[in-house]
């Protein structure tokens, strides 16, 4: 205010164009942080303990810098348990492959049109990000800017992208596909540094110096931002890959209400036909994230589910007044399924107490049960329908897979490098073992053991394959 009001004095004009004025930093209950009420953080301190990346990025990220700002240690380690974590994860797994291989994909060229869809997705979904980011820093938004970035990062890159394409870094072999992934991968990283250069300047420096062997500038903080490349961006492709996201998530969680692990394979997946020429050649994708042996697409979902309908007293009350015993009594009577699907369509009809009335989708609480053997998830007008019952070929399966992530843990908590050989010993019951003993090559390949052996009893670990206990024994192969 001094300075605008000299300068108007003296001046005639504003002193800046533009002016961002902070508001006070309040406690997490929102009280003003004072020494006599014991309610203030030390910022060096803070520093010390999270970085003064994280402090500055947690700033940004919990409010508009222009309102008081309610500062939380509690949400400053979460942020930097997600975005921090997340982002230095993803290239300490991108490094340790390109090391491994003797890769460096900056030198690599890679034309975009050429890679997998998921790749350019990917290429597609940064490409959105950075658009954003350049609309909302350039009118201060400098918490959406921040949001979008942490969510870039820890859902599309490392949910879904990264661990969706793991296994294509695994490759020491210069294939198109593994050049792909991983010049994907380092592009991504490299603008990211870029991005994040003005919010997080100590983590951008040190990524951006170990994605560049010879760097082109002394410093990130002199590069200059990339260019929004809108031939890269394909609005189709991202709304495609997020209906599939949708549709795991809501099979994920179908399992869940069910009790059934993801390492538990099931026979299939039911969608509504609608989706078909959307997500039919995603059908592969959708198999193997909700670990299903089928995608089958239904005109007539609602043969197995059962659905029943009631007012939505608290709505409709207020509107029908007196006719909603008679709303109540009609719904009794309709096809609920024709019912519905009109319903969908935006409103109906009905005749009540001798007037036509107008009825919205909000005055009907729909209720939706899966019929035995089945499972249903719904979220935002989009269902899935899982079948849950287990044969004797799942069940078999389902103790493999459980078997191989537990061998997995186990190479991990002995320190085993991921090239490891080993052998496997291992005493369980009749069950399990026919089970290990029809997948031991999947077993094997997985899990880089050159033998696995039953015994009567192992001086090992007692692990769970659900619910059969068995002893393991991992032994690492000198070379």
Same mark, same amino acid.
């Given at each position: 205010y001094s300075l605008l009001a000299i300068s108007t004095l003296y001046k005639g004009v504003a002193p800046y164009k533009n002016v961002l004025v902070n508001d006070l930093i309040l406690d997490k209950d929102g009280q003003k942080m004072s020494k006599s009420?014991?309610?203030?953080?030390?910022?060096?301190?803070l520093f010390d303990k999270y970085g003064a990346d994280a402090v500055r990025f947690y700033s940004l990220f919990v409010s508009p810098p222009w309102v008081p700002t309610r500062f939380d240690e509690d949400g400053l380690k979460e942020v930097n348990s997600k975005f921090f974590r997340t982002i230095k994860n993803v290239y300490a797994m991108f490094s340790l492959y390109a090391n491994t291989n003797g890769f460096d994909p900056s030198d690599w060229e890679v034309p975009v049109e050429?890679?997998?869809?998921?790749?350019?997705?990917?290429?597609?979904?940064? *490409?959105?990000?950075? #658009?954003?980011?350049?609309?909302?820093?350039?009118?201060?938004?400098?918490? #959406?800017?921040? %949001?979008?970035?942490?969510?870039?990062?820890?859902?599309?890159?490392?949910?879904?992208?990264?661990? %969706? *394409?793991r296994r294509r870094f695994w490759s020491a072999e210069e294939t198109p596909d593994v050049k792909s992934v991983f010049r994907t991968t380092w592009e991504v990283l490299y603008g990211l540094a870029k991005i994040v250069a003005p919010i997080t300047p100590f983590l951008?420096?040190?990524?951006?110096?170990?994605?560049?062997?010879?760097n082109k500038m002394d410093s990130v903080h002199l590069e200059l931002l990339d260019e929004v490349d809108s031939s890269v961006i394909d609005a189709e492709l991202e709304n495609k890959m997020d209906l599939v996201r949708k549709i795991?998530?809501?099979? %994920?969680?179908?399992?869940?209400?069910?009790?059934? #692990?993801?390492?538990?394979?099931? #026979?299939e997946i039911v969608l509504d036909k609608k989706y078909e020429n959307t997500v039919g050649n995603l059908t592969d994708l959708i198999k193997e994230e909700l670990n299903v042996k089928g995608v089958v697409f239904s005109s007539s979902m609602s043969d197995l589910m059962e659905i029943t309908l009631k007012p939505d007293y608290k709505v409709a009350g207020r509107v029908l007044g007196a006719k909603i015993k008679a709303f109540a009594k009609e719904l009794n009577e309709v096809n609920n399924k024709e019912f519905v699907d009109e319903l969908n369509t935006g409103s109906l009809t009905m005749e009540l107490n001798g007037e036509n009335t107008e009825i919205l989708p909000e005055y009907v609480a729909v209720t939706y049960l899966a019929k035995e053997g089945f499972d249903i998830a719904m979220d935002a007008g989009i269902s899935v329908v899982l079948d849950t019952v287990l044969d004797e070929d799942l069940i078999a399966e389902g103790?493999?897979?459980?078997?191989?992530?537990?061998?997995?843990?186990?190479?991990k908590s002995n320190g085993y490098e991921v090239s490891d050989r080993i *052998?496997?010993?291992?005493?369980?019951?009749?069950?399990?073992a026919k089970a290990f003993e029809e997948y031991r090559e999947?077993?094997?390949?997985?899990?880089?053991?050159?033998?696995?052996?039953?015994?009567?009893?192992?001086?090992?670990?007692?692990?769970?394959? *659900?619910g059969h206990e068995v002893a393991l024994k991992l032994e690492k192969v000198e070379r």
């Open positions: 009420k014991g309610n203030t953080l030390d910022p060096i301190e050429e890679r997998p869809e998921i790749d350019r997705w990917l290429v597609s979904r940064y *490409n959105s990000l950075l #658009k954003t980011y350049e609309e909302e820093m350039e009118v201060f938004e400098y918490t #959406k800017a921040v %949001r979008a970035i942490s969510d870039f990062v820890v859902e599309d890159l490392s949910n879904w992208y990264i661990r %969706r *394409n951008a420096e040190e990524l951006y110096r170990s994605l560049t062997l010879e795991v998530n809501l099979g %994920r969680a179908s399992r869940e209400e069910a009790g059934i #692990k993801v390492r538990q394979p099931l #026979k103790y493999m897979r459980e078997f191989i992530s537990k061998v997995q843990q186990q190479r *052998n496997i010993e291992y005493a369980g019951d009749d069950e399990v999947v077993i094997s390949s997985e899990t880089l053991a050159l033998s696995m052996e039953r015994r009567d009893t192992v001086e090992g670990t007692d692990i769970d394959i *659900n």
